[in-house]
């Protein structure tokens, strides 16, 4: 089992930024998958789940509206499409599956929302 996230870097606020995350190594169209985050010296906090065929989605209350989680079960990749990003976003982000077991974790991608 692998996740490979990119797309994180430095924006400004105000600004978007566009995560993926490559799964390997497990039956990707059965599993809903999530998208977390982690700030220095804070636990890692769930941010979006997307249901295994991307019907259904839900989000922490803080990103509503500005985040958008989707999914492409061909290309086993889960997206995170971010905007009106604030100094509070910044965190390292990670995906996973829900329900996959402990000890997968990719390395995140960092997100850097600062002037």
């Known amino acids: 089992v692998q996740f490979v996230e990119s797309g994180g870097g430095l924006v400004e606020p105000g600004g978007s930024l566009r995560l993926s995350c490559a799964a390997s190594?497990?039956?990707?169209?059965?599993?809903?998958m999530t998208w977390y985050r982690q700030a220095p010296g804070k636990e890692r906090e769930l941010v979006a789940v997307?249901?295994?065929?991307?019907?259904?989605?839900t989000y922490v209350d803080s990103v509503k509206g500005r985040f958008t989680i989707s999914r492409d079960n061909v290309k086993k990749t889960v997206y995170l499409q971010m905007s009106s990003l604030k100094p509070e976003d910044t965190a390292v982000y990670y995906c996973?599956?829900?329900?996959?077991?402990?000890?997968?974790w990719g390395q995140g991608t960092q997100v850097t929302v600062s002037s």
């Open positions: 997307i249901g295994s065929a991307g019907g259904s989605t």
């Open positions: 190594g497990f039956t990707f169209s059965t599993y809903r």
């Open positions: 996973y599956a829900v329900g996959l077991g402990p000890g997968y």
